[in-house]
């Protein structure tokens, strides 16, 4: 394919930002690439748009996938209506007293909730967005925080789905390369290191709110502390519980009513991902979850949360009808990020239809070199993963070229370092992309306006992106990855430190006019 490959990601991407109505920029852009695929036929580019977004909707996985984000949807409104987010609140309201603190509790979470990138995203947003609303943060620096822990942390984490599948990625270029004697979980662990941008961006949350914001997200955070608007004038956030499901059933309730749903959720999760990739078959942990199915597993560990919540609804007295609505509330809180789901897989269907991946990495080919290949691999992968919103995609496209090129170029030693940066690649466009699944994800549990999310993340984004490529573009001169990344941690702190000072004085100055 052509340049033109590369167009309806752009498109959906720079009308989302300018037009800030995601919905009817996706739309549009799959169009655009329905008309490409059609060769500019309108009438035929339309049936051509339609039949990806039906193919989306009845692929086996991603059917599971829009049930299972529904489910979420009603046990965290059971969550709500029985009273155990007020209980959480109530329990923690005593010891987190500061702004610093009450932003910690999501980041912590974030770390500790690291199995899965949604689950993370789910849990952590329910338990942390009504004590934040308290302290008046913004509801952008709580999907900040919500998608800066979510995907970094389920591709270095010591066990999860990310690892089963990025491991089975690498076995699989291993065994096409007829690489013998390495072993692709310890090549893997020891690339966790070189992941500069997943490792570097854990770091720079508790970095930012130690010390102060900057960009966008200063504004977004002087809005909410100055008027008490969690989300800009004019803006809709993807889901919002107090319309969609009205007062809590129980305004007194436990916060065991919060803790019961989620450690339900959690336990059948994980033993699903364990149960479904054979682990009572006797396979180990690792190929478990290199052969699980997430979609089948999460499914079950939200329905599970689902009929938690209700059970203790109907023992608090909840009768059947309001249980149902309850259930159509949760559904509805859910539906505008539904719907943009289906749209962001069919903007997938459309880049690998038009080859957007397999053309930006044949223009690039060329340019490799042993030392630029680490840096090349990485802003190829930030490139891709951005335009078509998927780091699995992302993954699954540079993996098996990446790997065989960096042997053929420094053997064993090299293939570590590009399986850092193919995973630190894929990350980015997973964090930022306003049509990344995980990116809607952190705006529905912040209950964030998507674009202002996108908006006042990407400059947080760009200075761990930044501080990535400029260390893999000088790997060949260390060669360390540990001197490396205390390197970057190192000039992150100091940038985020001047960043932090230069916008306190502007605002010293703007109030200064203003007196």
């Known amino acids: 394919m052509d340049f033109l490959s590369i167009v309806p990601p752009i498109v959906a991407v720079v009308l989302a930002i300018v037009t800030k109505r995601v919905l009817l920029s996706l739309f549009i852009s799959i169009w655009v690439g329905g008309l490409i695929a059609a060769g500019g036929d309108p009438f035929e580019g339309v049936g051509i748009t339609f039949t990806w977004m039906k193919d989306v909707m009845i692929d086996p996985w991603n059917a599971r996938f829009l049930v299972m984000t529904a489910l979420l949807g009603t046990g965290a409104a059971f969550m709500f209506k029985t009273g155990g987010s007020d209980g959480l609140i109530k329990m923690l309201d005593k010891k987190l007293t500061t702004n610093k603190r009450v932003q910690l509790l999501p980041y912590i979470l974030g770390i500790v909730i690291f199995f899965n990138d949604y689950v993370n995203s789910v849990i952590v947003g329910n338990a942390s967005k009504d004590i934040t609303a308290k302290h008046k943060i913004s509801r952008e620096k709580l999907a900040y925080i919500l998608d800066s822990t979510s995907a970094p942390m389920a591709t270095i984490g010591p066990v999860s789905d990310w690892i089963g599948f990025q491991v089975s990625l690498i076995a699989a270029a291993f065994a096409g390369i007829g690489l013998v004697g390495a072993e692709p979980y310890f090549v893997f662990l020891q690339s966790i290191p070189w992941n500069f941008y997943a490792i570097l961006c854990l770091l720079a949350v508790p970095m930012i709110i130690a010390m102060r914001d900057f960009g966008p997200m200063a504004k977004a955070e002087h809005r909410a502390q100055t008027t008490g608007k969690l989300i800009p004038d004019g803006?809709?956030?993807?889901?919002?519980?107090?319309?969609?499901?009205?007062?809590?059933?129980?305004?007194?309730?436990?916060?065991?009513?919060?803790i019961i749903p989620l450690v339900t959720l959690i336990a059948v999760s994980v033993w699903g991902l364990w149960f479904t990739g054979?682990?009572?078959?006797?396979?180990?942990?690792?190929?478990?979850?290199?052969?699980?199915?997430?979609?089948?597993?999460l499914t079950w560990g939200a329905f599970a949360m689902t009929l938690a919540g209700m059970i203790i609804a109907l023992f608090q007295g909840m009768d059947l009808k309001t249980c149902e609505d309850t259930i159509l509330g949760g559904i509805r809180t859910m539906l505008p990020a539904l719907i943009i789901i289906v749209l962001a897989w069919s903007i997938g269907i459309v880049t690998s239809e038009l080859g957007t991946a397999e053309y930006v990495v044949s223009a690039t080919e060329s340019w490799m070199t042993a030392a630029l290949i680490p840096f090349l691999v990485f802003i190829i992968g930030m490139f891709i993963s951005f335009a078509t919103g998927t780091s699995w995609g992302t993954m699954s496209i540079l993996t098996p070229i990446a790997i065989p090129l960096a042997y053929s170029f420094g053997g064993v030693d090299l293939v570590q370092i590009v399986i850092g940066a193919v995973f630190a690649g894929s990350i980015f466009g997973d964090h930022v992309s306003p049509i990344s699944d995980t990116t809607v994800m952190a705006s529905i549990f912040a209950e964030s306006d998507h674009i202002a999310h996108v908006n006042t993340q990407i400059p947080y984004a760009l200075i761990p992106a930044g501080i990535a490529a400029l260390l893999f573009l000088s790997y060949s001169l260390i060669e360390n990855s540990i001197v490396m990344l205390i390197a970057g941690i190192i000039i992150q702190f100091v940038v985020i430190r001047y960043l932090g000072r230069r916008n306190k004085q502007k605002y010293m100055r703007e109030e200064k006019l203003q007196a």
């Open 278 to 297: 054979g682990g009572a078959e006797g396979k180990s942990v690792m190929e478990a979850l290199a052969d699980t199915d997430v979609a089948v597993s």
């Open 235 to 258: 803006s809709t956030p993807l889901s919002s519980v107090d319309e969609d499901l009205g007062e809590p059933f129980k305004k007194e309730g436990s916060v065991w009513n919060f």
